[in-house]
């Protein structure tokens, strides 16, 4: 099994375009992820009762196979991007949801009492003290969602999307290694490069978590 | 129903904080604080001590609405605090609480700025003022720049002081403030909050189940038993010296008169002037046998030690440790059964020697200290203004306000001869 | 819409769906061979990883990177190359399937070792365990729920995957699937992802059951 590498080159653009939808369809199903996420977890934080049902329907969304979310989708949305985007974004609900309420748990009691001791109104709270500091949890979350995502794109393949996803049914139908290849190791620098860049925001983001330069002793 | 009512009368006269058969239930049915009536006058640390589970902390947390009473009327500066908006009352209240509470993700000097920027001061100006007050509470500017992780709890602790004076409300409330760091660092907190109320004079209610830092801080002690049933409320002289039941006096714990001495300064007891010992130069030439023990002494006529020519080889002096007027009764009756000759060297705050004082002498106080404290209670208070009482306790804890019945003078007919042997007694 | 539920109801209960090497129950039964095996071998590989790393420390970041390495693999592209490699047989699945699991049970198993009290750990040597003696009975029964959490994630990922046995013209409940697809027979696609939902789902619920059932007296003393 050699990879044609003459093939690599003739397709370079087709490459790229595939490439760009990939990673098109996974990020919109992330940042949908979290819109849909956010309050979510914060009303689920917040209301106990609501907690458990809201978790365990996003355990339950997590158990239906990646293929048959996209064909449960088709009388809603048919053989289009948006099926695609709807179908990873439920994936990246679990895992979103999940991650969102943990960090909010992580918060410490200290010092949320402590906003609100000083006065702070409930909205600022969660902006001001709540959110920052569940942020490394949240970012974890996102990350793994960011990655799967990326996996998972590929599946659409079958309802006619899919990105990199395409050159598999590609070289499967024509019995031809290098695109299949190409394919797989696009993936994978997709999500290491997504991944990366997530770990440097999240570096910006969280500041008071980094080692301090000097000794931490006075 | 135990009504805390000689606290009307200390400070400005004025309330600041008045509970009124105050009743708090929680949802599960546990009964926090029973029928709570208190006032806390208008600068002044009130303490509330009591067992875990006693109401003491819900009683402090009803004050900013942290916790709402089941019944009855909370004031503040006359004022039912029900009638304010939650957020805005807390932003002029002070709150300090264990471990500090202070956000993880902020900068020390950003925690501090946290309520004047809530009260919409701007961020130029709020960080200048908690520039101002990282200075207050004895820490650098470069403290500031960092997250609280970076700092040690007694650091912490100091932030949290801070923050919770940003925008010099009129009340503090600390919850168990110190509970989390070292009995070493504790102290030096505990200084620090004191020299700072006398600078500042809050009113301030303070937490803690730790009965010498409750007698140590309080202008008034506030003891709390489990149910929420306030059992005494008093100065803690007057605490220490008439506990209202066995409860309270059980939890003063055995070393109460113990502790009623450490209330008590030295300034009352008088000196006897240092001719009654001989005093040697320390370049001098050591002194004969047989002539007694000698306090030697620098040029500059400090305290250096004890040396007694008759206790065989001569050794080093052995170590004097000089006494100031703002040392405690209990550090004077330690040092003079360290001393050989029963004498505590006096010395005034440049650490000359001024004289010196007998065991005897020390007892004498202690006696009187102690049916004083048991007789003086309303009189007391009234004689001494918040303020001033603070300031005396900053310099080191003097109890009691009333003028001293003895005068100096007849100490020293009754001070033994100099190198006498030490009198004999206990406390 | 309406009709298209109503048709996959009838479709689900016809009762000749069930019956025969065609049939809904046998199915299932490749179904979850195919996913059991997956998740065995997995577990075979991910949990000394995991226990080792979580044991002695070390290596803990590589391990952890690999598996969020691993989840990036596209299990599609994986089955078919490992296909157009090897040629037809269950050996592109399975490989597939275990590179799916395996992340998940490493991870798990290695945050429920790091999760064990570093005190308990202490006071167990301190009694003079030695080190497999800490590892087999501090830190295995102490991080056991998690490492059951990550076992039940993977085979719950592995069963939803698992159709893609049918794409290389295995069995398996992906059959329906594909089939469907080729015919343009919507309903036959739609049942076979509800029986698939539904496998994982039974899964799911029974094996939290037993992790609940197990665990009850850890959650008092939690």
């Known amino acids: ?218 | 129903m135990t009504i805390c009512s000689q606290a009307r009368d200390a400070g400005k006269g004025l309330l600041m904080i008045k509970f009124d058969a105050v009743h708090k239930r929680f949802p599960n049915g546990t009964t926090a604080v029973h029928d709570l009536t208190l006032e806390l006058p208008e600068g002044g640390i009130t303490v509330l001590v009591g067992s875990s589970g006693c109401g003491k902390t819900t009683t402090l947390r009803m004050i900013n609405r942290m916790v709402d009473p089941t019944s009855g009327t909370i004031r503040l500066g006359g004022k039912d605090i029900r009638e304010q908006d939650a957020a805005e009352l807390r932003r002029g209240i002070g709150y300090v609480i264990q471990q500090s509470g202070l956000f993880p993700h902020r900068t020390v000097l950003d925690n501090i700025a946290t309520v004047p920027l809530l009260l919409g001061w701007g961020r130029r100006k709020s960080r200048a003022r908690a520039a101002e007050l990282l200075e207050t509470v004895g820490l650098t500017a470069e403290a500031g720049r960092r997250y609280p992780h970076q700092l040690s709890g007694g650091q912490q602790q100091r932030v949290g002081v801070a923050r919770a004076l940003a925008a010099d409300p009129p009340v503090l409330l600390m919850d168990e403030p110190f509970g989390a760091v070292d009995p070493v660092v504790r102290i030096q907190l505990q200084d620090e909050l004191l020299r700072l109320q006398q600078e500042l004079n809050k009113t301030i209610a303070f937490v803690t189940h730790d009965i010498d830092e409750a007698v140590r801080l309080g202008d008034r002690i506030a003891v709390f038993r489990t149910g929420g049933h306030l059992v005494q409320c008093a100065p803690p002289a007057e605490l220490l010296a008439r506990p209202a039941d066995d409860f309270v006096a059980d939890f003063l714990g055995a070393e109460r008169e113990l502790k009623l001495l450490s209330l008590t300064t030295l300034a009352d007891v008088p000196v006897q002037p240092a001719t009654t010992v001989r005093t040697v130069r320390d370049d001098a030439p050591p002194p004969r046998p047989g002539s007694g023990p000698h306090l030697v002494v620098s040029a500059r006529n400090e305290p250096l030690g004890w040396l007694d020519p008759d206790a065989g080889a001569a050794g080093p002096p052995s170590p004097v440790r000089p006494l100031r007027d703002t040392d405690s009764l209990l550090a004077a009756l330690n040092e003079s059964i360290a001393s050989p000759t029963g004498l505590i060297a006096r010395v005034d705050g440049a650490g000359v020697l001024t004289g010196v004082t007998s065991r005897e002498a020390i007892h004498e106080q202690a006696g009187r200290r102690h049916q004083q404290a048991a007789r003086t209670q309303l009189t007391a208070q009234k004689t001494a203004p918040a303020t001033q009482k603070t300031a005396q306790k900053t310099a080191q804890k003097t109890a009691m306000e009333t003028a001293p019945e003895n005068g100096p003078e007849n100490g020293l007919d009754t001070t033994p001869a100099p190198g006498g042997s030490a009198p004999g007694g206990s406390i | 819409m309406y009709e298209l539920f109503k048709n996959l109801g009838s479709w689900l209960v016809a009762g000749e769906q069930w019956t025969g090497p065609d049939g809904i129950g046998h199915r299932i039964a490749e179904h979850l061979q195919y996913s059991l095996l997956a998740t065995l071998v997995a577990a075979a590989i991910a949990l000394p990883v995991g226990l080792l790393i979580g044991h002695t420390g070390r290596g803990a970041f590589v391990a952890i990177n690999l598996a969020s390495f691993g989840r990036a693999l596209p299990t599609v592209g994986l089955v078919v190359l490992v296909f157009l490699a090897g040629g037809l047989s269950m050996t592109p699945v399975y490989v597939a399937l275990v590179a799916l699991a395996v992340p998940s049970i490493v991870t798990n198993t290695y945050a429920g070792m790091t999760a064990v009290d570093p005190e308990v750990k202490d006071a167990a040597r301190g009694q003079g365990m030695r080190g497999h003696q800490v590892l087999l009975r501090v830190e295995i029964p102490l991080a056991l729920p998690l490492i059951m959490t990550g076992l039940r994630l993977a085979l719950i990922q592995v069963v939803a995957t698992a159709t893609i046995a049918a794409y290389v013209s295995f069995g398996g409940l992906g059959r329906y699937v594909f089939d469907g697809l080729a015919q343009r027979d919507l309903v036959q696609v739609l049942g076979g992802a509800v029986l698939v939902a539904a496998v994982a789902v039974v899964l799911d619920l029974a094996l939290s059951g037993l992790q609940r059932v197990l665990f009850r007296h850890r959650r008092a003393a939690v």
């Open chain 1, 1 to 218: 099994m050699t990879v044609d590498w003459s093939w690599l080159s003739a397709h370079a653009g087709d490459l790229t375009t595939l490439t760009l939808s990939h990673l098109q369809a996974a990020l919109t199903a992330v940042l949908l992820g979290l819109l849909i996420s956010l309050p979510l977890a914060v009303l689920a934080h917040r209301v106990r009762p609501l907690r458990g049902l809201l978790l365990g329907m996003s355990n339950v969304l997590f158990t239906i196979p990646s293929i048959a979310v996209f064909v449960l989708l088709l009388p809603v949305s048919g053989l289009t991007r948006t099926t695609t985007v709807i179908g990873l974004t439920i994936y990246t609900l679990v895992v979103l949801l999940r991650n969102t309420v943990e960090g909010l748990d992580s918060v410490p009691a200290k010092a949320r009492e402590a906003a609100v001791a000083m006065g702070t109104r409930p909205l600022r709270t969660l902006l001001t003290v709540e959110l920052p500091l569940a942020l490394p949890v949240i970012m974890a979350g996102v990350r793994i969602a960011t990655v799967m995502s990326i996996s998972l794109v590929s599946v659409a393949t079958y309802i006619g999307d899919g990105g990199l996803g395409q050159l598999f049914t590609d070289g499967f139908q024509r019995d031809f290694p290098t695109p299949v290849v190409a394919g797989i190791v696009l993936t994978l620098l997709l999500a290491l490069v997504a991944d990366a860049l997530l770990v440097t925001v999240q570096y910006v983001l969280t500041p008071w978590t980094r080692r301090p330069r000097t000794s931490g002793r006075g």
